[in-house]
Structures are given as C-alpha cells and as structure tokens.
C-alpha cells in the first residue's frame, strides 16, 4: 500500500474498494465525508479511561450524523488519530480499536484547525499536563494557536489623531471608466517584503492601482496618494519593521495630508484590528485573499471608515487575458464581506509584471500543513488549488501573448496542488499538462516542494518534460529526526534521502535546493550537527539558511524553557553559512568547460557591458553582451569561471 500510495494518491480510493470491509465507505472508496471531532470526542480522565463511556451527542450535532460517524470510526480510534498522531492533511494512519477489535486505515483529505486559547507562559509540558491555573495566572496574556480565522468590520472614524489633534483625510477614488477631469492623476508607492508570493500580489495590486483606478506609480515617499506597505511575518522584528517603514506616513497623515495608507500581506492578516488600534493611522488592514477587491476598498474609506478584511474567503478564479473590469452592483451575496465591499471582484484585472521575460503564476494558495514553527497557515489561509486551465490560460497569455520565457508557479506547498479538487489531480498532472499545451518555446519552474508529498511522478516528470527545468526546490529544515517530529515535519532524515537519492539517479544533472532553520527549540549539538551531516550527504547548490524566530499563534513559540540563546543560533548558522557557499562552490564548478543555454534576463549591475541570466538548474550567468539584443533570448554559452553563486562565461556566436 506504502508503495503505490507514494507513486500515485489517488489511488487509495481504489485500495479502500478493494480491501476495506466496512459496509457504510466499501463502494464508496473509503469516503466518510466531514468529521466534527470537537463534538464528540470526550475528555479522558488521568488514567485515560473515559468519563463516560456513553455514546450521547451533543446537542451541537445531528444524531443521525453523530450515530453514522461513530459506526464507521470507533470513538477510541479517533480519539488516537487526533490526540496522539497530530494528523496533517494527506495523513495516513492505521489504528487497531481497542472498542471493535478491527484495524482501520484513515486517510485525512482535509483538515480545519479551530484556534485555541493557551495562557501565554505555558511550557510544552505544562500544556500537556494540564495543570490547574492559580489566582495569579487569570492576569497573564493568552494566544491564539491555529489558522483560518479572521474579522471583517468597518469603523467609522470618529477621534482625532494625535499631535495637532486633525481628523484624518483620505482622497477619493474612482474606476478609470469614470472621468474625473483630473489631468494630473493621484500616485501611489508600493513597498514589498517576503517571498515570492508577496511579490506575485504586489503585482496584481499595481494592475488594479493602474488599470481600474487609473494612478500613477511614484518612488517619491511625499509625493504617494496611497502607500500601500506589502508585509512578511516569517521572521520576527517583522512588526517593528512595519512601524519604522510607516513612521514619514503617519506624520504626513497627522499634518493633514489625504493619504490613504494601506496594510496587506502576512503581518495585516496575522494582526488584523489590532494594527488600527496601534496604528490609527492607517486606513486599512487587508488580508492577501482580497487583494482583487482593492479598488472596492480605496471607495469604502473615502467616505471617512476604516476597514479591517481578514476574515477567510475563496480566492476567485477567473483569469481572463482580455484586460477589463466588469462591476456586478447588483450581485450582492449578502455575506459580510458583500456588504463592506458592495459587489464580487476577480482577477480580470492583469496584473502589472515587475519583470519582462519570467513571471509568477500562483497554482495553489495557502497551505494545511500546520508545523510548529510556521505562521503561514494563520496567514495565508486554507490550502486552495486553481484549476488547471485557469492556470494554462495565463501562461498561455504571458509567454504568447506578452512574451514571456518563463513561468514560475507559485505555491505554499505545491506539491499538495489538486487534493483539494473533485475530481483530485496532483502536481505531476499539472506540469504535464502545461508542458503539453504550451507552444512556444519556454520554461517551467515552481516553488516550493515538501518533501512529505514529493512523489515519483513529480521527478520523473521535471527529468524528462522538455519546457520544465531541471531544479528541484526541497526544504528539508532540520537533519535531525527528533527535531524534525517537533517540528511536526512528517518526514525523516533516511525519508529524505531517499527522495534525493531518487532526484540524483532520474536526473544526475539537476539542481537541488533547500531551505534549513538552525536553532529551533531543543536542538542539542548533537542534533545540530545531524543537519551538517545531511549537508554533507547532498551538497546542495543553494541553501537558504535561517536562525529561529519564534513566531506568533505557533506551538513552538510557546515551549520556553527549549528556547535556544541567540549567540548559539548565530554560530551554528554561521557554521551552516560556510558549508553552504563550500558545497556550492563545488558545485559550480561542474559547469567549466560546458556549453549551457542562458535565458538573458538582465544587465549586470556591476559591470554594464555584461548580461545576466539563468541556466535551466537555476545557476546565474554573467557574460559579455548588449541587453538590447539578447533580452528574453535563448543563447548558448560557455562557462569559463565559476563563482560560489553564478558563473562567467563567453557567448557562442
């Protein structure tokens, strides 16, 4: 079972049809449908037996639905499914019970994590123990640790700010399609931080500022009518970054200005109303989920509000590669997020590319993963697949149309693209799809793989579809397995090299990638130098190397007596940091001497006489050329010099 299962998922419907002797799932593949398991597993006692042994739902829940539920997964198989394996979504566990005297196989297709509340000084082991709290731990601060939840509210401004007591101004905005009779348009600055995705949404948010509203980009911090800030929370100081960032804006706002001031990305959906109380300034907080509502929301606070959207919703799909707008006023669904915004957005809109010859393409938003040290879940939402020819349509669009060379697909965790879709696909299907509907002459690339879904079909299909390079992005965190199961990775040091092992015989030529967090709670010496030894066993070409950062709403935020010292993160990073630039020195240096082809994509800042592009394993190339000749081309060069980061070479006429 372990065998198919990891060449091919789908196929455990087939393996339950076959095998299963449960009369409520046999025919139907295995499906059980939702689980609410809140409502009916009970509280143990200290010796674990349960309280009671009745079977009684809550009132919260039908009993047709609980009595039905309860036949198929005993209430002891669940209770060990949740409380001792921690599942994740794509979870397999087989559990004997106790109750029935049967073996039952679960596969966990979804799973959605409500918040908890923990007090905020709570050691791992205190959490698990459970123990009483005093008089004196009603005062002290409680977190929230889980995902997907959120506000949407308007707040009309009624104070003035501090300093010269003014009442915040804000300009008004209209669609392109309506004159203004304004000859010299209103300006905004974007500022972005984080990965790729950010920039991906920055992208679009341009595209609406430009195409909808009609604004015009300025670099001038005085001169921007709108300052929207683009934010990460993945390492900590993130906030104080923020405030520093928004400090010219907010005295612009206190003068008097009409600037709007805008927060979006990871720190606005993690902070949510709390950001316009710290900052009563800023006019809105928006998650990244409404980004294709932006021009609703610049309307909304014109007329004197302040708005907070982060409450979780679906990310439309409907990439159109004609440019327009269509407003639907009369479309109301009636939801909270209808009434702030007054009609449905979408992605019609293209989005204004920061690049002319590669380009991101989102394929799956959010991500299920839930790993102790990760604050995405909580801000980028439950994991959600675009179709395939939703995804075919924009890059067909971008490289035919607009002539581009290459797309990147973006996902959280992209190798769980499609399980989220009826009927399921995989990201194996999508790239072979892509590689057979694309025309032109392009490349394929993606970020970011996990190594817990990372299946064959995958590798055979990057070392074998022409259009898709040969680079396999795959973070692997730790190398200790210990800390890998608190990190709550689903994998292990000898699982990972297994994959690597199998990247290394389908396509000896690869590129192989990684990112690594150093210092995470607990990790021994020992256990540090495991993550070396799995350095030493791959040789990466790159490694993006991080110290811990605890982060807000995650577990291991809150195990403080396993908190590392700084100075220890610092030099095991260190440490990780040189073996990293040896490895990939030696690696470099296999291109001297062969001819690889270039995708020319910029001028060397250094040294304007010289191009800059990629090989297709993702290695920079500089070489002697003129931009205006060889931008977006295919050229052929030979590499002379290898550098630990990129190579030179001389081009092949």
């Known amino acids: 079972m372990e065998t198919q299962l990891s060449?091919?998922?789908?196929?455990?419907?087939?393996?339950?049809?076959?095998?299963?002797?449960?009369?409520?799932?046999?025919?139907?593949?295995?499906?059980?449908?939702?689980?609410?398991?809140?409502?009916?597993?009970?509280?143990?006692?200290?010796?674990?037996?349960?309280?009671?042994?009745?079977?009684?739902?809550?009132?919260?829940?039908?009993?047709?639905?609980?009595?039905?539920?309860?036949?198929?997964?005993?209430?002891?198989?669940?209770t060990t499914l949740i409380q001792h394996h921690q599942p994740k979504t794509g979870d397999i566990h087989v559990i004997p019970s106790k109750s029935t005297n049967q073996i039952h196989i679960v596969k966990v297709e979804e799973l959605w994590l409500r918040p908890i509340q923990v007090p905020k000084w709570q050691g791992k082991e205190q959490q698990q123990q459970q123990q009483q709290q005093t008089d004196s731990d009603s005062s002290m601060e409680t977190l929230r640790i889980g995902s997907h939840s959120g506000l949407n509210a308007q707040i009309p401004r009624t104070k003035r700010l501090k300093g010269q007591g003014t009442i915040p101004n804000t300009p008004t905005f209209v669609t392109s399609n309506i004159s203004n009779n304004n000859n010299d348009p209103s300006t905004y600055l974007i500022q972005t931080n984080g990965c790729q995705m950010n920039v991906a949404d920055s992208e679009r948010l341009e595209g609406i500022l430009q195409t909808q509203l009609g604004l015009r980009r300025t670099n001038d911090p005085n001169r921007a009518d709108i300052l929207i800030v683009n934010t990460c929370s993945i390492r900590e100081g993130a906030e104080k970054k923020l405030y520093d960032v928004l400090?010219?804006?907010?005295?612009?706002?206190?003068?008097?200005?009409?600037?709007?001031?805008?927060?979006?990305?990871?720190?606005?959906?993690?902070?949510?109303?709390?950001?316009?109380?710290?900052?009563?300034?800023?006019?809105?907080?928006?998650?990244?989920?409404?980004?294709?509502?932006?021009?609703?929301?610049?309307?909304?606070?014109?007329?004197?509000?302040?708005?907070?959207?982060?409450?979780?919703?679906?990310?439309?799909?409907?990439y159109s590669p004609q440019q327009h707008h269509q407003q639907s006023n009369n479309n109301s669904t009636g939801n909270d997020r209808s009434n702030l915004l007054g009609y449905d957005d979408d992605f019609s809109i293209k989005p204004i590319r920061g690049h002319s010859v590669r380009a991101w393409v989102n394929a799956i938003y959010g991500c299920n993963e839930h790993c102790s040290y990760c604050v995405v879940p909580a801000t980028r939402g439950m994991e959600q697949s675009r179709s395939m020819e939703s995804i075919l349509q924009e890059c067909l669009d971008l490289i035919q149309h607009q002539g581009y060379k290459e797309v990147t697909l973006l996902g959280q965790n992209i190798d769980a693209y499609g399980r989220d879709m009826v009927p399921k696909r995989t990201f194996?299907?999508?790239?072979?799809?892509?590689?057979?509907?694309?025309?032109?002459k392009a490349r394929i690339r993606y970020v970011t793989s996990h190594p817990r879904y990372f299946s064959d079909r995958v590798i055979d299909a990057v070392a074998t579809l022409d259009k898709v390079c040969e680079c396999f992005h795959m973070p692997f965190q730790a190398?200790?397995?210990?800390?890998?199961?608190?990190?709550?990775?689903?994998?292990?040091?000898?699982?990972?090299?297994?994959?690597?092992?199998?990247?290394?015989?389908?396509?000896?030529?690869?590129?192989?990638?990684?990112?690594?967090?150093?210092?995470?709670?607990?990790?021994?010496?020992?256990?540090?130098?495991?993550?070396?030894?799995?350095?030493?066993?791959?040789?990466?070409?790159?490694?993006?190397?991080?110290?811990?950062?605890?982060?807000?709403?995650?577990?291991?935020?809150?195990?403080?007596?396993?908190?590392?010292?700084?100075?220890?993160?610092?030099?095991?990073?260190?440490?990780?940091?040189?073996?990293?630039?040896?490895?990939?020195?030696?690696?470099?240096?296999?291109?001297?001497?062969?001819?690889?082809?270039?995708?020319?994509?910029?001028?060397?800042?250094?040294?304007?006489?010289?191009?800059?592009?990629?090989?297709?394993?993702?290695?920079?190339?500089?070489?002697?050329?003129?931009?205006?000749?060889?931008?977006?081309?295919?050229?052929?060069?030979?590499i002379v010099e290898a550098r630990t980061w990129s190579l030179v070479g001389k081009r092949i006429q």
């Open 247 to 318: 400090g010219p804006y907010r005295a612009r706002k206190r003068a008097g200005d009409s600037i709007a001031i805008l927060i979006t990305g990871c720190v606005a959906q993690q902070e949510g109303q709390q950001l316009l109380e710290t900052l009563p300034e800023v006019d809105v907080v928006v998650g990244p989920q409404y980004i294709p509502h932006l021009g609703n929301v610049l309307q909304s606070i014109a007329q004197g509000h302040q708005l907070v959207l982060t409450e979780p919703m679906l990310i439309p799909d409907n």
């Open 479 to 638: 190398g200790d397995n210990a800390v890998l199961k608190e990190m709550r990775r689903g994998y292990t040091y000898e699982s990972y090299m297994k994959i690597i092992d199998k990247i290394r015989a389908a396509a000896p030529d690869a590129a192989i990638t990684a990112d690594v967090i150093v210092g995470f709670p607990g990790e021994t010496e020992e256990a540090f130098q495991r993550t070396l030894d799995l350095m030493e066993a791959v040789h990466f070409d790159n490694l993006n190397s991080f110290a811990y950062s605890p982060r807000p709403n995650t577990e291991a935020a809150l195990w403080q007596e396993n908190q590392i010292p700084e100075d220890v993160k610092r030099e095991r990073l260190a440490r990780v940091q040189e073996l990293a630039a040896k490895h990939a020195m030696e690696r470099s240096q296999r291109y001297v001497g062969t001819t690889v082809e270039v995708l020319v994509e910029d001028t060397n800042p250094r040294s304007p006489q010289q191009v800059m592009g990629r090989t297709r394993q993702g290695r920079q190339v500089y070489f002697d050329g003129d931009i205006g000749e060889l931008l977006g081309n295919f050229v052929n060069v030979e």
């Open 7 to 78: 060449q091919d998922p789908t196929t455990f419907a087939t393996l339950a049809t076959q095998l299963s002797a449960c009369p409520h799932t046999k025919h139907d593949g295995g499906i059980i449908g939702w689980v609410d398991t809140a409502n009916f597993i009970q509280p143990t006692t200290k010796d674990g037996s349960d309280e009671d042994d009745h079977d009684d739902c809550t009132n919260s829940m039908d009993s047709s639905l609980y009595f039905i539920t309860t036949s198929i997964i005993p209430k002891d198989v669940l």
């Open 428 to 440: 194996a299907d999508l790239l072979h799809y892509l590689n057979a509907n694309i025309p032109n």
